[in-house]
C-alpha cells in the first residue's frame, strides 16, 4: 500500500522516486482556530526603489556592487518595484486568503541618516502598504530588521559598535510610534545567525567581513542586546495601548545525529545549541548563552593564549533585560543536516570549529533544490518544533520562513508543492504532538532577488519576470495549493490525484 501510494503520488507529478522517502503518511486534520495564514517578503529583496525619496544605502546597496559579491553580478535596485507595485503585491496575498503578511521596513527608508531625523515619504509609504493590507483584510506582521542596516551606521563599526543597541532602540521606537496602531506582530530582527556569521564571520553577506570566531559572536551580541531593548521599550510604553506582540525570528535547520552513538548525539545537540541556542538561551533560558558555547570558546580561547573568551559577556542587568524578552518564537525553517563529533585544534579560532561537530546532508536520499544547502526533509520540522518544545518550555511558535527553491520558475512549481505539503502537514503532526504552533508563514510570496544568489534562485509562488520593466507577477500552481490548504485550515481527505489539498 505505500509503495502504492507513492507511485501514485509521484506519478501526479511526472518524476520519480529519488533514495529513501522518509515520512511519507499524511495525517489529516485542522489547524486550530484563529491560526495565523501567512506569506513573506524582505525590504531589499522587493522593494526596488533603492535611491527613491530620501531613502539612503543600506550596507547590501554596497555590498551587491562589490565585484564578486553576486552570483549573477545583480543588485536588489529595481528588485520587484514592490515600492510602486504593492497595491498587485496585496492582491496576491488576497487571492490566496492569507491572514498575515510579513514584510520588513528599510531602516535606511525611514532614517535615511540612521538615527536623527526621519524621512516622511519613506514613513508614508510603509503607512500607505499598511492601511491598504488593512482594507484587504490582512494583518501586517512587520520585521524591523531583514539584515539592510544603513551603510552610514556600517561606517561607524555596525554592529560591532555597542552604541548599535541604542541605536536600534531609536529606530524601533520610531516604528512603534508610527506603525504600532495597526502592527499586532513585531519581529525585531530576522535571522541574526546569518548577519552574524555569514556577514561579520564567512562574508559571504553583506556587509562582507571575513573574521569568524570573534566578530561574529560581537554583532550577535549587540544584536540581543539590541533586540531586549526594542522588547522592553515597547513593553513599557506601547503595550497597554496598542496591544502588539514582539517576537524575533531564528533561523533553525534540525540537527540528526549521525548514529546513535553518545559522541553523535551530543554533538547534533551542540549544533543546535550554537545555532539555535546561541540566541535563544538569552530570551528564553536564563538570560545568558548556552552553558555548552560558554564553555567550548572559553576553554579555546584560553588555549590559543587569549587573556579573555571570544565570546562577550553580559552583564547582570543586560541578562534580566533578555530573559522573557520575546512573546512568540518565531522560526525559519528549510532543512536539516547530519552531525557528528570533530575534535578540532583548540588553537583554531572560528566559529564553525568551536562547536567541535561538522555537518552535512545526506544527497543521495533527500530531494535538492536550486540552492546548495536546502534539501528536502519535512520530518526535520516535526522534529526542531518538538525540540523547542521541550527546550524552552514550549513557547508560542510562529514558522516566519518556509519554502523551497527552484531556478526555472516554472509555473507547475509541483516540488514546491510536494514540499509545502509535507512540511506543512508535519506542523500539523508537530501541534499534535504538544507543541504550541500559532502560525506558518510561506516563503515567499513571489520571486525576489535572494541575496549573494541574485535572481538565480527563486522561492516565490509567484513568478516574477524580471527581464520586463513593468515586472509582471503570475500565480504558480504552488500559490493555488496554498490557498486550498487555508481555505480548508488543513488536511482533508480528498483525491491524491485530483485534490491539490492532498496531492
Not at 498575515?100 to 500607505?128: C, D, E, M
Not at 504552488?478 to 492532498?502: H, L, M
Amino acid at each position: 500500500m505505500r509503495a502504492v501510494f507513492i507511485l501514485g503520488f509521484l506519478s501526479c507529478f511526472g518524476f520519480l522516486s529519488r533514495g529513501e522517502f522518509i515520512d511519507d503518511t499524511i495525517t489529516y486534520g485542522s489547524f486550530p482556530p484563529g491560526f495565523i495564514w501567512a506569506a513573506a517578503t524582505a525590504s531589499y529583496q522587493v522593494e526596488g526603489a533603492w535611491n527613491v525619496d530620501g531613502r539612503t544605502p543600506s550596507i547590501w546597496d554596497t555590498f551587491v556592487r562589490t565585484p564578486g559579491t553576486i552570483a549573477d553580478g545583480s543588485t536588489g535596485d529595481d528588485a520587484c518595484l514592490s515600492y510602486y507595485l504593492y497595491e498587485q503585491d496585496i492582491q496576491l496575498l488576497k487571492n490566496m486568503g492569507v491572514s498575515h503578511y510579513r514584510f520588513s521596513i528599510s531602516w535606511s527608508r525611514v532614517i535615511p541618516t540612521g538615527v536623527g531625523a526621519s524621512n516622511p515619504l519613506g514613513i508614508q509609504y510603509y503607512k500607505n502598504l499598511i492601511a491598504a493590507l488593512k482594507a484587504a483584510g490582512i494583518k501586517p506582521m512587520v520585521t524591523l530588521y531583514h539584515w539592510d542596516l544603513p551603510q552610514v551606521l556600517e561606517d561607524q563599526g555596525g554592529w560591532q559598535n555597542p552604541d548599535s543597541a541604542a541605536w536600534f532602540e531609536a529606530y524601533a521606537d520610531l516604528c512603534f510610534e508610527q506603525f504600532g496602531a495597526d502592527v499586532e506582530y513585531w519581529i525585531t530582527f530576522n535571522e541574526p545567525w546569518c548577519q552574524s556569521y555569514l556577514g561579520y564571520g564567512t562574508g559571504s553577506k553583506a556587509p562582507g567581513i571575513k573574521e569568524s570566531g570573534t566578530k561574529d559572536y560581537i554583532a550577535a551580541h549587540n544584536q540581543l542586546r539590541s533586540h531586549a531593548k526594542a522588547y522592553r521599550l515597547y513593553e513599557l510604553k506601547y503595550k497597554q495601548t496598542q496591544n502588539g506582540k514582539v517576537g524575533i525570528t531564528l533561523n533553525i535547520s534540525w540537527a540528526e545525529p549521525e548514529d546513535n552513538s553518545t559522541a553523535s548525539i551530543d554533538a547534533a545537540e551542540r549544533s543546535l545549541q550554537f545555532a539555535g541556542g546561541w540566541f535563544a538561551n538569552p530570551i528564553w533560558g536564563n538570560g545568558d548563552y548556552p552553558q555548552v558555547m560558554i564553555d567550548l570558546i572559553g576553554r579555546k580561547s584560553t588555549a590559543a593564549g587569549l587573556p579573555q573568551s571570544r565570546l562577550p559577556v553580559f552583564t547582570e542587568a543586560e541578562k534580566t533585560e533578555l530573559k522573557g524578552s520575546a512573546d512568540f518564537f518565531g522560526l525559519n525553517f528549510y532543512s536539516s543536516e547530519i552531525v557528528r563529533e570533530e575534535l578540532f585544534d583548540d588553537t583554531l579560532v572560528d566559529y564553525y570549529t568551536d562547536k567541535d561537530a561538522v555537518t552535512y546532508q545526506d544527497k543521495e536520499n533527500w530531494y535538492g533544490s536550486a540552492s546548495s544547502w536546502l534539501r528536502i526533509t519535512p520530518w526535520g520540522i516535526r522534529r526542531m518544533l518538538n525540540w523547542i518544545k521541550t527546550r524552552y518550555n514550549n513557547p508560542d511558535v510562529i514558522i516566519t520562513e518556509n519554502g523551497l527553491s527552484d531556478r526555472n520558475g516554472y509555473l507547475d512549481d509541483s516540488m514546491r508543492i510536494y514540499y509545502y505539503k509535507y512540511y506543512i502537514n508535519n506542523v500539523l503532526k508537530a501541534i499534535q504532538d504538544g507543541a504550541n504552533v500559532i502560525g506558518y508563514t510561506a516563503w515567499s510570496l513571489m520571486d525576489n532577488f535572494e541575496w549573494e544568489r541574485g535572481y538565480l534562485e527563486r522561492f516565490g509562488m509567484h513568478y516574477v519576470n524580471f527581464t520586463d520593466p513593468a515586472k509582471p507577477r503570475v500565480p504558480k500552481s504552488s500559490a493555488n495549493y496554498y490557498a486550498r490548504i487555508i481555505q480548508k485550515n488543513g488536511f482533508v481527505p480528498e483525491n491524491v490525484c485530483d485534490s491539490p489539498t492532498v496531492y
